[in-house]
């Protein structure tokens, strides 16, 4: 009976890791969602897309365009809120096709997004995130795991 306690203890904290786990994994946004990466109606729009999302190391961001874009990526913020194609401030392009997969390796911290195609930056395709570490399982939760396997062997060890 006691082994078979231990066993069901180890049967559910193994759930609850690969739950955890699965919790923990990266995030894929459609910039825009349904919009895409296209100019949009209002300048603020980007920006209140990306204020309800939470970006970790790892996400992925999909921009997806109809017509004539880029994306520049920035890690300054003067150059963003100039909507500056200048190279300086470490502009970095991208210009895959009408489809781009970036995923986020940067460190935690800002990044800038801005279209370079004449003035669409200007005119509101550009947003900002702010990048948080990967997240990691908790302390509780592996303690919790930890603890049903030391159960399990003083139940083995004793029976």
């Given at each position: 009976m006691a082994r078979n306690v231990g066993l069901n203890m180890i049967g559910y904290s193994t759930i609850a890791m690969v739950?955890?786990?699965?919790?923990?994994?990266?995030?894929?946004?459609?910039?825009?969602?349904?919009?895409?990466?296209?100019?949009?109606?209002y300048e603020s729009f980007y920006m209140d897309w990306a204020r309800t999302k939470r970006f970790h190391v790892g996400d992925k961001?999909?921009?997806?365009w109809s017509g004539?874009?880029?994306?520049?990526?920035?890690?300054?913020?003067?150059?963003y809120e100039n909507c500056s194609t200048s190279l300086e401030g470490g502009l970095t392009y991208i210009f895959n096709g009408a489809t781009i997969n970036y995923t986020i390796v940067?460190?935690?911290?800002?990044?800038?997004f801005i279209c370079t195609?004449?003035?669409?930056?200007?005119?509101?395709?550009?947003?900002r995130i702010n990048v948080s570490a990967a997240p990691a399982l908790s302390f509780g939760i592996l303690s919790a795991f930890?603890?049903?396997l030391a159960v399990y062997f003083c139940f083995t060890v004793t029976s």
């Amino acid at each position: 009976m006691a082994r078979n306690v231990g066993l069901n203890m180890i049967g559910y904290s193994t759930i609850a890791m690969v739950f955890i786990i699965g919790v923990t994994k990266a995030t894929e946004y459609m910039v825009g969602d349904n919009f895409g990466w296209n100019v949009p109606s209002y300048e603020s729009f980007y920006m209140d897309w990306a204020r309800t999302k939470r970006f970790h190391v790892g996400d992925k961001l999909i921009f997806s365009w109809s017509g004539e874009h880029s994306l520049g990526i920035r890690k300054d913020d003067i150059y963003y809120e100039n909507c500056s194609t200048s190279l300086e401030g470490g502009l970095t392009y991208i210009f895959n096709g009408a489809t781009i997969n970036y995923t986020i390796v940067s460190t935690p911290g800002p990044v800038y997004f801005i279209c370079t195609v004449d003035d669409h930056c200007e005119r509101g395709q550009k947003f900002r995130i702010n990048v948080s570490a990967a997240p990691a399982l908790s302390f509780g939760i592996l303690s919790a795991f930890l603890s049903s396997l030391a159960v399990y062997f003083c139940f083995t060890v004793t029976s």
